[in-house]
């Protein structure tokens, strides 16, 4: 009797289960759907105001446009990644290599950070090398970026500081090949993370608990999506407390680069 009322339990358990993973599985898939209905209106809504925002003179209406402009691309950046996030549970995600200078790649991203930093946010992008020819996703690279940076600007306050420094740790192979890590470091002196959410912060669906003084939510999967994009390119990411106050995350990418001759 007692065998048998253990064997029931652990059928009922694995049934409850099932149910469960179907569950998250059907909201998954809704929320895939829905996804893709908002991606279009809001692709034909910008289209327009980056033209609108060419030909206007007005300096003032100039500058609602790129605020318009830059919401939708934040609303449009939140439907992709629920989208690749979606792919990355079906284990779908795969690396698009092509070779380009990564360094001028990054400073164009943080370029487009610069209108963020009219609310009185201190932003520099700093590199120890010229330029750096190497294959990455350029799409998932832009990704990792816009999601850390995003990050450091919502949670630095004004009079704060966000900075990028960008440096090569070079291995030499052999007299014609070398291999190394490009770091990529992205500094805020924003609130911080305590140790106890430094160790979950790139656990999927994990969100740091909002108080008075960290009242910004999140939807926990921006970070995870950043250690998947990051691992996909045989790199790591971590996070440590700022000297200053705030945070400093750390992206570790494996490069590989032929040496040519000058």
Sequence with gaps: MRRREAEYKIRQVRIESEKKHEIDDMKLRFFTNV????????????????????????????????????????????????????????????????????????????????????????????????????????????????????????????????????????????????????????VDTGLGISDNDKQHIFDRFYQVDGNHENPFGGSGVGLNLVKDFVEMHGGNVYVEDNPDGGSSFFVDIHIFLILTQA
């Design 35 to 186: 996804s893709h209905e908002l991606r279009t209106p809001l692709t034909l809504i910008i289209s327009p105001i980056i033209s609108m925002i060419k030909d206007e003179t007005d300096d003032d209406k100039r500058r609602k446009l790129m605020l318009i402009h830059r919401n939708s691309e934040r609303l449009l950046t939140l439907v992709n990644q629920l989208l690749d996030f979606r792919r990355a549970d079906m284990n779908k995600l795969q690396l698009n290599l092509l070779t380009g200078d990564i360094i001028n790649f990054l400073n164009n991203i943080c370029n487009s950070f610069l209108l963020l930093a009219e609310k009185k946010i201190k932003f520099s992008f700093k590199s120890s090398i010229p330029s750096l020819r190497m294959s990455f996703d350029d799409d998932k690279i832009s990704k990792i970026m816009n999601n850390l940076l995003s990050n450091a600007f919502k949670f630095t306050p004004e009079g704060g500081s966000v900075s990028v420094t960008v440096k090569a740790k070079t291995l030499c192979t052999d007299q014609k090949e070398q291999s190394g890590i490009l770091e990529i470091n992205v």
